[in-house]
């Protein structure tokens, strides 16, 4: 059985920076693409960012250009995302998955809230 276990997440003000990790119990996990996701309050779950396994290729979607940065330590089997500069609009649960994620990976996610 699959666990994706996030943490990280918290209240900061506008401008600040959190970092998440995300601790896969996956097997494959070195050699699988990983993502991060994000779900707001009364919003569709959205893609925020990916890592490949082989060459570390990262993807973000455009709102987080330039502020996030996906990182992995396959060692220990875990994915980061470094955000900075953040903004109220960046509040949501963030998720961590494969990418393209697994509908049996996802996790409880952690609350990422930014207040203005």
């Known amino acids: 059985q699959v666990q994706l276990v996030e943490s990280g997440g918290g209240l900061v003000q506008a401008g600040g920076s959190l970092r998440l990790s995300c601790a896969a119990s996956?097997?494959?996990?070195?050699?699988?693409?990983m993502g991060w996701f994000r779900q707001a309050p009364g919003k569709e779950r959205e893609f925020v960012g990916s890592?490949?396994?082989?060459?570390?290729?990262?993807v973000y979607t455009d709102s987080v250009k330039g502020r996030f940065t996906i990182s992995r330590d396959n060692a220990k089997r875990t994915v980061y995302l470094q955000m900075n500069d953040l903004k109220p609009e960046d509040t949501a649960i963030y998720y961590c998955?494969?990418?393209?994620?697994?509908?049996?990976?996802w996790g409880q996610g952690t609350q990422v809230t930014v207040s203005s």
């Open positions: 890592i490949t396994w082989r060459l570390e290729n990262r």
């Open positions: 998955n494969t990418n393209p994620p697994n509908n049996s990976y």
């Open positions: 996956l097997r494959t996990f070195s050699i699988s693409s």
